[in-house]
């Protein structure tokens, strides 16, 4: 059996020789502490539990869903932009549930893209925004995220060609993998930059409830002129600890969303109504407190995991969001990968190599904050005591 012509364009997995190591490892009885995967290590709030398990034994939630999605999760979406991000909502025609970001990413392709148009991806970025163009028979071309710049692209350097050929354009503040933070003014030069050259902005927006020291991070919706040009996938998998229930939401453009659906309704049939109520409830006020307490925890985890890496020399600032720490590999070492394959190697220890992320992570690797308090305290001093 032959895979599609486009299944295989998409790039051989970078992980494969790591994951062959991991799985050798762990089968000679190893102790081995992952640090690689971004998944929250704790339970879903109890508020959004039981929201679901009464949810669940009402048989009106047991059908089809609709795809535009319930009318109560659409409201408690477009309450929570106007409380959290000062952002207007159309309850009726400017959202729309997805099951997952993910998801939605994928498809955004399928429903804006014809052969040979371009997709301008961040890159480093959410390996979605290259593979779902290409699936899509597209052509994604990388903008580097670089430090120099604060980890946003140079929207300069964008070719006069290419942006004429560019249908979409992916982005995503709090960043993964760099845990950068969006800087004042950026989203205006990428409105202005949209309108010029007709190109719909998608703005993954799986993190903006995870940030740190008093920093609240804006809706690109929240942008003058965002509305006309873009919209943006929230997902509550990260900052409510909702990864397995498959939950998230596009917004923004009448127009997208209208198209977003159409294409839809031709690939699934919805999001479980009962999943749906859970969201209602985690988008509540009351939701806060849980999405505070889960900050506090990875803000302690993040200091713990850049004071260790202070000590075997690497300086990078804390990062305001995001459950990941992007740093630098130390001297010495060929590449990404080189150096997460002896990381592993003399400290039993996974940590992810920028590069799986895109060219522009090359040098750099990943460590993700979601492994337990007392195993990731054991994972940074085996690095520290390997002066790794
Ligand atoms: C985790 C992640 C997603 C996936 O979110 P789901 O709603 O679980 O599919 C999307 N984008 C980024 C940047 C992520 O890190």
Redesign the pocket.
């Known amino acids: 059996m032959k895979p599609s012509e486009r299944l295989s364009r998409i790039p051989p997995y970078l992980f494969a020789e790591l994951e062959r190591k991991i799985a050798a490892k762990k089968a000679q009885g190893v102790d081995v502490i992952s640090l690689g995967i ?1 998944d929250p290590d704790r339970p879903t709030p109890a508020l959004i539990v039981e929201a679901m398990q009464e949810a669940v034994t009402e048989a009106e939630t047991h059908r089809y869903p609709s795809n535009r999605g319930r009318a109560d999760f659409r409201q408690a979406l477009s309450d929570f932009y106007e409380r959290r991000f000062d952002v207007d909502i159309d309850a009726e025609t400017e959202v729309m549930p ?1 099951i ?6 994928f498809n955004l392709n399928l429903a804006f893209l014809d052969p040979g148009d371009v997709a301008l991806a961040s890159d480093p ?2 390996p ?1 925004y290259t593979a779902g163009p290409l699936r899509a028979g597209g052509e994604p071309v990388v903008m580097p995220l670089v430090p120099e710049l604060g980890f946003i692209p140079d929207l300069d350097a964008i070719s006069e060609e290419t942006a004429r050929r560019a249908k979409l354009m992916y982005l ?1 503040y709090p ?2 993998p760099t845990g950068a933070v969006v800087p004042e003014g950026f989203f205006a030069r990428v409105v202005a930059f949209a309108k010029a050259y007709d190109i719909l902005v998608v703005h ?1 927006n ?2 903006s409830e995870t940030t740190y020291d008093g920093y609240r991070a804006p809706s690109f919706l929240a942008t003058p002129g965002s509305k006309e040009v873009g919209i943006e ?1 929230f ?4 900052g409510y600890n909702m ?1 397995g229930w ?3 939401a596009v917004l923004g453009n009448a127009q997208a969303i209208e198209t977003y659906w159409r294409l839809k309704t031709n690939i699934d049939s919805g999001l479980f109504e009962a999943v749906q109520l859970a969201g209602v409830a985690a988008l509540s006020p009351d939701g806060d407190a849980e999405v505070a307490s889960m900050n506090e925890l990875y803000r302690r985890r993040r200091n713990l995991v850049c004071e260790a890496l202070a000590k075997i020399g690497v300086h990078i600032p804390p990062p305001k969001g ?1 459950i990941y720490v992007w740093a630098p590999i130390p001297a010495g070492f060929e590449s990404s990968v080189a150096y997460c394959e002896h990381v592993l190697e003399q400290a039993a220890v996974v940590i992810s190599p920028g590069s799986a992320y895109g060219p522009s992570g090359e040098g750099w690797f990943r460590i993700s904050l979601t492994t337990p308090d007392d195993r990731l305290a054991e994972a940074v001093e085996r690095l520290a005591a390997a002066n790794l």
């Open positions: 971004g997805a997952g970001a993910k998801e939605a990413i970025g959410y979605v995503s960043n993964n993954d799986a993190y996938v997902s509550l998998s990260k990864t498959r939950c998230a995001t």
